[in-house]
């Protein structure tokens, strides 16, 4: 089995908020291994991003509150790690980087100082050492004269050379995960491919794992080894990349891939999923995709399915996987997108 | 026991037709942004006791007067600068006039013209805000450039010109502030303006032909109004601060007409002996003001779309 | 930056010139003339006077005689104090009055903006509570009656401080605090308010995911942008305060220039009331370039590129 650097145990996050508690993660397990990328796919407000800012504990409380669950790295349970001990975490073992570059960064600092002071806090050198290293670093995000840039501020840069000294920053402690919260949604395209083909080059280079959040199956498809899909909180469906794409077992996951623009000629209509995710309000009591479901049956109204784990590292959580129910092929990937998916591997 | 390996009934997994507009369905009671800014203010007891406050002082303003014995002008010599007593509750002036009457008489001046002198500022300030950040450019320019200039000097100079050149009294103190206090207003709106014309539901509206004053109707203006709301019940306060203090150094108010600034001008004469009609005046202006404060305060959290939840 | 600074500069004149240009036709279109008030002047004593200081020209020619002196720095005699040039009333009495300001603002600058710090680190907590109490009671008490409470309290009571006069340091120490307690008020309510809004910022979440500790993110990421609103602010409160406040300088018989502000218009001195609003204005306008300049120190999105 391989070296475990993260492992979720059965989180329960809520927001107490005036209206009332909104579950936004109801008993997510995940795990990463060592040098490996996941991606956490799935609509807006799944809870895919409260599940990865509650392992570095970003949310602040309140409205934010662990209602239950274990988060362990490497081995050691940090659930109840104090404020300070977090602190020696966050940047030198794990870092994060947004999704908006453009509010990002802090827009009276200078960038290269921006980077220096997290080297500063974790490591034990002097001043013109961490300058060093950042300008380093710079460069190996590839900006473009990396000791002019240093000395910038960050609207001077455009929005993907933002999200480059976002990676540097988070880079620059050498951490042992990165997690990229919906890294690419605010730029534009062709930027969104350079931004990703840099996460993977320095993945590569500093043997880091990636989980990377994000509701654009292009990006997983570029990226990720793994996938997790989550639905309403929870994760519906996870395995390796390639029997996601090829042979989805979840109804929504399949939908997801159905609802994918392809480049081939074949598709002339966008397909969708019709119908909205649950309120978190007041979650139904049965499966949450019961609704939208083309497949749903008595039961998905009644009761939750567990995961289970249906092949090799691959589970999912639904009715139709149960010895009793009918057995439906569903669709899957084709065509066109395989050769994406395996440059993305 | 994973409940993957449960028996269960054989209709457990019939299928079922599911609608998606029943999916659709938003379980939250849906809570429009007036009625949930509402809720919120409710919930925010220090904003309450303001308010109950500033309605309790009210009440007695409008009532006491009517169902007292005395009038703000009747003079006692007989009995002058009396300590309060259940005759008078808050003792008698230099004239013997009953200070009880003539305090609420003078919180009827006081609040009229803190209140008044504040919304009608904050109305001119909206028409002219929103001209000028509407229509832009060469409008918006000599508007802007107005306000600057009458900006380098403090507010006082001109209501004291205007006071001098329309003469005294509550009405002419309104006037007077409403000429010089929409420019704070206006400028604020303007700031507003130019943001939300930017943005797509405005562009969208325009291009399906809206005219001027439909947008700036039915867009514009409702979507700064909870600031404006706000910057209004803030406004109270300084208009009754104002009108204090005009009134304090004698250019506001005139005699015999009482409000709270004037009590308070003719009290600091006798502050040594008397210290009461000074005091008591004094902290009727302060705590009017203070809930005010603290009902706008807790009208801005209210308000503010970003505290939503 | 040279030529930033000119663009500034002619800016600023041709506000100055406008403002003295309104002021100039507001205030003689004032029913009434200066002598009128001194009840002792005769009809035609009046008039001789009027004719002494030019006032019975056409008011055109007023304005540019008026003009052409203030080019030379020059704004005329006072109408009430006889013998007595604006300049000089201006240069004996500003100083008294900046003096009052600074060391009110010396006081109220720092603990205001370390209140609003404090008050928002602590959101919720009993110092915040105290903190928005304070401050919205400091706010809500006009400085005459603060001024007239300390007074009472400090002066008449207890008979530990001076009542009135500005003589030596025990004479400035109650007008200073009333004059400072509004100021700490307003600095701390919009200082907390600016932290809360900062706080919600995604580099303030940028910088903890670095693991920054909270002093640190307080202090360097926090602190910075937040005073960016209240630059924004200074520049009016600072040339108010330094300008003199008529109720505190009159509480506290306080021979500033704030008296004269409120004596002169309701005296129809007319170059005196000139003279005030001019240097008044000036006083604004070069602050506000000053603010500017800061804000470019700050804030580096603003900061002047052309």
Redesign the interface.
């Known amino acids: 089995m391989q070296e475990r650097i993260l492992e979720i145990k059965d989180l329960f996050f809520s927001?107490d908020?005036?209206?009332g508690e909104v579950q936004a993660v109801r008993g997510v397990s995940l795990h990463v291994n060592k040098g490996e990328t996941l991606a956490i796919v799935g609509e807006s407000g799944c809870g895919k991003s409260v599940t990865i800012q509650n392992v570095?504990k970003?949310i602040p409380s309140p409205?934010g509150r662990l209602k239950s669950g274990k988060i362990f790295y490497c081995g050691e349970d940090i659930t109840n790690y104090t404020?300070k001990q977090?602190?020696?975490?966050?940047?030198?073992e794990m870092?994060?980087i947004?999704q908006?570059p453009m509010?990002?960064?802090?827009?009276?600092?200078r960038i290269g100082r921006q980077i220096a002071?997290?080297i500063l806090?974790?490591e034990k050198i002097s001043q013109a050492e961490a300058r060093d290293r950042a300008v380093q670093m710079l460069g190996k995000v590839g900006i473009s004269n990396p000791e002019k840039s240093y000395r910038r501020?960050p609207?001077q840069f455009s929005g993907g050379m933002r999200q480059r000294v976002?990676i540097a920053?988070?880079l620059v402690c050498n951490p042992k995960i990165l997690f990229a919260d919906e890294p690419t949604t605010a730029l534009d395209v062709t930027t969104q491919a350079q931004i990703l083909e840099l996460i993977n080059q320095l993945k590569e280079e500093f043997g880091t794992s990636v989980v990377i959040v994000t509701h654009d199956l292009g990006v997983v498809a570029r990226t990720a080894e793994r996938i997790a899909v989550m639905y309403a909180g929870k994760v519906v469906e996870t395995g390796i990349a390639r029997d996601i794409f090829y042979n989805p077992k979840h109804p929504y996951t399949s939908g997801l891939l159905e609802s994918m623009p392809s480049s081939g000629k074949s598709s002339k209509t966008l397909t969708s999923i019709?119908?909205?995710p649950?309120?978190l309000?007041?979650p139904p009591k049965g499966c949450s995709f019961?609704?939208?479901?083309k497949?749903?049956?008595?039961?998905?109204?009644?009761?939750?399915?567990?995961l289970?784990e249906v092949e090799n590292q691959h589970s999912v959580s639904c009715?139709l996987?149960?010895?009793?129910?009918?057995k439906y092929e569903l669709p899957g990937r084709k065509s066109r997108f395989t050769q994406n998916l395996k440059e993305g591997i | 026991m994973s409940n993957m390996q449960i028996e269960l009934p054989k209709d457990a997994f019939s299928r079922v037709n599911t609608s998606s507009k029943e999916s659709e369905l938003i379980t939250r009671p849906s809570i429009t942004f007036w009625a949930d800014a509402r809720r919120r203010l409710m919930k925010n007891k220090v904003a309450m006791f303001g308010l109950a406050i500033i309605i309790i002082i009210t009440m007695l303003a409008i009532f006491v007067p009517v169902f007292s014995e005395y009038t703000y002008t009747k003079q006692d010599l007989t009995n002058t600068n009396a300590p309060p007593s259940r005759e008078h509750p808050f003792g008698t002036d230099s004239h013997g006039r009953d200070l009880w009457v003539r305090v609420w008489v003078g919180a009827r001046v006081s609040l009229a013209v803190g209140i008044f002198g504040s919304i009608i500022p904050s109305l001119i300030g909206i028409v002219i805000g929103g001209i000028s950040g509407y229509f832009g450019g060469k409008v918006d320019m000599i508007i802007m450039r107005f306000i600057d200039i009458v900006m380098c000097v403090p507010n006082m100079i001109y209501i004291i010109l205007i006071t001098i050149y329309i003469g005294t009294g509550p009405v002419a103190l309104v006037v007077a502030f409403a000429l010089t206090g929409w420019m704070g207003t206006a400028r604020s709106v303007r700031g507003m303006i130019l943001q939300l014309k930017e943005q797509e539901f405005v562009l969208a509206s325009r291009t399906l032909g809206a005219s001027p004053a439909n947008l700036i109707f039915q867009h514009l203006i409702p979507n700064t109004l909870g600031i404006v709301v706000v910057s209004m019940t803030m406004g109270v306060p300084s208009a009754i601060f104002q009108e204090a203090f005009l009134s304090f150094i004698g250019l506001g108010i005139q005699p015999p007409i009482p409000s709270w600034g004037q009590l308070a001008n003719l009290g600091i004469s006798v502050f040594r002996i008397y210290p009461s009609q000074l005091l008591i005046p004094a902290a009727l202006i302060s705590v009017t003001m203070l809930s005010f404060n603290l009902f706008g305060d807790g009208l801005r959290d209210a308000l503010d779309p970003k505290l939503r939840m | 930056m040279v030529k930033y600074i000119f663009k500034r500069l002619i800016i600023s004149i041709v506000t100055i010139w406008l403002l003295a240009t309104i002021s100039f036709f507001l205030l003689r279109a004032l029913p009434g003339n200066p002598f009128q008030t001194e009840k002792l002047m005769t009809v035609e004593m009046q008039e001789r006077m009027m004719a002494y200081y030019g006032l019975d020209r056409p008011l055109i020619e007023q304005y540019f005689t008026y003009m052409k002196n203030l080019l030379h720095g020059n704004m005329g005699y006072s109408l009430k104090y006889t013998n007595r040039t604006v300049n000089s009333i201006i240069a004996s009495t500003f100083p008294v009055s900046a003096e009052l300001g600074l060391r009110a603002l010396a006081v109220a600058l720092p603990i205001g903006l370390a209140l609003g710090v404090a008050s928002a680190r602590k959101r919720g907590k009993a110092i915040d509570y105290i903190c928005v109490v304070v401050a919205v009671i400091g706010v809500s008490i006009p400085s005459f009656i603060m001024g007239s409470f300390l007074q009472y309290v400090f002066a008449i009571k207890l008979k530990i401080l001076p009542v009135s006069q500005w003589e030596t340091t025990a004479h400035t120490v109650l007008p200073t605090v009333a004059l400072a307690l509004s100021l700490m008020a307003t600095l701390t309510r919009v200082m907390r308010a600016s932290m809360l809004e900062v706080v919600m910022q995604d580099y303030i979440k940028t910088a903890r995911a670095k693991g920054l500790s909270e002093g640190r993110i307080v202090w360097s990421h926090q602190i910075r942008n937040a005073l960016i609103p209240v630059l924004t602010m200074l520049g009016p409160m600072v040339t108010s305060v330094l300008m003199g406040t008529f109720v505190i300088e009159k509480i506290f018989a306080i021979p500033g220039l704030g008296q004269h502000f409120v004596n002169s218009i309701t005296g129809l001195d007319y170059t005196m009331t000139m003279g005030l609003t001019i240097f008044y204005g000036t006083f604004m306008v070069f602050a506000n370039f000053l603010v500017d300049i800061a804000y470019g120190i700050v804030d580096p999105r603003i900061r002047i590129t052309k």
Request: one cysteine or more; aromatic letters at 10%.
């Open positions: 927001f908020t005036y209206a570095m970003l409205p404020p977090m602190q020696k975490l966050r940047g030198k870092s994060m947004f908006d509010t990002s960064l802090n827009p009276t600092m002071e997290g806090k974790h501020y609207h976002m920053m988070a019709p119908g909205t649950p309120d309000f007041s019961a609704p939208r479901c497949y749903c049956m008595k039961i998905c109204q009644e009761m939750m399915p567990d289970i009715w996987m149960h010895p009793q129910a009918p």
